[in-house]
């Protein structure tokens, strides 16, 4: 007989734990389903944010980057470093301790708010009944009146270039690297690639990204992706765009990875590589073909714009359904979905997800870029703010980057704000608050930010869509 529950979660990363806690808090009996395990079979929360993604790759990147301002900038400041030296595997033991705390924190407060934890691979069957196989191979079923469905993604895999998860890995295993390669190869140069080259550069690898992409970073701003690869360069990290992998090979010297570019067949050695060409939804085996969900050709379950699927009372959210495969994107879709089940009416606004990439400068964005307002004929006024010419940024030694603010040239509501230089991910919340209240540049610029701060750089580039900015020069007006 089938445990009877009110909503049943299947995965416990951002978007499924959340959905499970917020659920329970409502009043609604829940479960959550999720087979990650460790080496000795106990359950690991969290999902891959926690263990494989987000958090261990903003442990080493922070780590990294602690390492090469003591290597090439703390001199600038008066502070002498000697003997400097890296330990590699503390470094590791520092990123593992803060995954296992943070897991072990999911653990605690889904048992705190009442949430039924059940450890196996769950198959949504039909009638809204999920079959569970555990790790020995027992199968129980859960019934519930809403089923949310929140499994995850995968790294996608190339023909080209086979995983031995040693010389040849993913995303995964480029957080467990045991020593600093001499040379590494990143195939892929988007927020993935680029954050895990960066992490291996600073630490002194020589590290080369092959992109097929003829353009960098297309998805951000135009003016943000050439400040960014100028930077990037001058950081060490060399980045061929154009170059499409077609096949890698184990050697004694390494992996050489052979590409096509515009020059014709290329060859390139190096002793480790990473493949970072993207995720995808981790769907294959949900959800059996009698069960009344409707999943496209790339994986990806179908839902309309409350998370609810072809099969009324079961919802989709996070990695697995359309949109940016963003965890805070994921967490806001769990909690939107318990609450309508609860009779709640809330909705994301999928105008106003910020994107960040966790380099140094860090980039981060929010809404429209100008290409795409050009292209949808939209008449705008833009407004840039140098780094450079902030006091907090001179005064940390941090004046790469520019914030820019776009808005309406009618209605001078914001329509985008973009970002390059330190502190970004912290930054672009002032604009996500902004946009969501359907603040105007000129609300922005009328607001009082503290001063010296880098978010400063936030209210002159809200000024400057005007002319009005105080710390740049504009041309004078008649």
């Not at 994301?348 to 429209?368: D, F, L, Q, S």
Request: charged share 20%; glycine share 10%; net charge negative.
């Amino acid at each position: 007989m089938s445990k009877q529950f009110d909503v049943a979660v299947v995965g416990a990363g951002p978007a499924g734990y959340h959905a499970a806690i917020r659920a329970a808090q409502l009043g609604l009996k829940t479960v959550c389903i999720d087979r990650w395990v460790d080496a000795s079979g106990q359950a690991v929360l969290g999902g891959t944010c926690l263990n494989v993604g987000c958090i261990p790759s903003k442990a080493l990147l922070d780590t990294s980057h602690k390492f090469s301002q003591a290597q090439s900038e703390f001199e600038d400041l008066g502070i002498m470093t000697q003997g400097l030296a890296l330990d590699v595997a503390q470094m590791q033991r520092h990123k593992d301790l803060i995954v296992q705390n943070l897991t072990k924190g999911v653990a605690g407060l889904l048992k705190s708010n009442g949430v039924e934890v059940v450890t196996g691979t769950a198959t949504l069957q039909a009638g809204k009944i999920l079959k569970v196989t555990d790790a020995a191979g027992e199968v129980s079923t859960i019934a519930a009146a809403h089923i949310i469905l929140a499994p995850g993604s995968n790294p996608v895999d190339i023909p080209a270039c086979v995983r031995d998860d040693e010389m040849i890995v993913d995303s995964t295993g480029a957080l467990a690297f045991d020593a600093v390669p001499k040379t590494l190869g990143v195939i892929g140069a988007g927020v993935i690639g680029l954050e895990l080259g960066s992490v291996w550069s600073r630490l002194g690898a020589k590290v080369v990204l092959l992109e097929a992409m003829p353009s960098f970073l297309p998805t951000a701003d135009e003016q943000i992706s050439k400040e960014a690869l100028k930077l990037y360069k001058k950081q060490g990290l060399e980045i061929r765009l154009g170059a499409k992998v077609t096949g890698s090979k184990i050697k004694k010297s390494g992996v050489e990875v052979i590409y096509e570019d515009g020059d014709g067949t290329q060859k390139l050695t190096v002793d480790r590589l990473i493949v970072a060409v993207g995720r995808r939804a981790e769907t294959k085996g949900l959800i059996a073909l009698d069960a009344g969900v409707v999943v496209d050709d790339r994986g990806l379950i179908e839902v309309n714009e409350v998370c609810e699927t072809t099969c009324a009372g079961v919802y989709a959210v996070g990695d697995a359904v359309r949109g940016a495969m963003l965890a805070h994107k994921g967490m806001e879709e769990g909690v939107m979905v318990a609450e309508r089940i609860a009779g709640g009416k809330p909705q994301v606004n999928y105008e106003t997800v910020p994107w960040v990439i966790y380099t140094h400068p860090e980039i981060a964005w929010v809404g429209a870029t100008e290409a795409e307002l050009s292209a949808a004929e939209t008449a705008v006024k833009v407004g840039v703010f140098p780094l450079a010419a902030s006091g907090r940024a001179m005064a940390s030694n941090e004046t790469a980057g520019l914030i820019k603010v776009i808005a309406d040239a009618a209605t001078d509501r914001v329509l985008g704000v973009h970002m390059i230089g330190a502190h970004c991910s912290e930054m672009i919340a002032e604009a996500v608050i902004a946009m969501e209240f359907g603040a105007s540049a000129e609300d922005l610029g009328l607001t009082m930010f503290a001063h010296p701060t880098l978010s400063e750089g936030l209210h002159e580039a809200a000024l400057a869509v005007s002319g009005h900015a105080i710390h740049i020069a504009h041309r004078k007006r008649r």
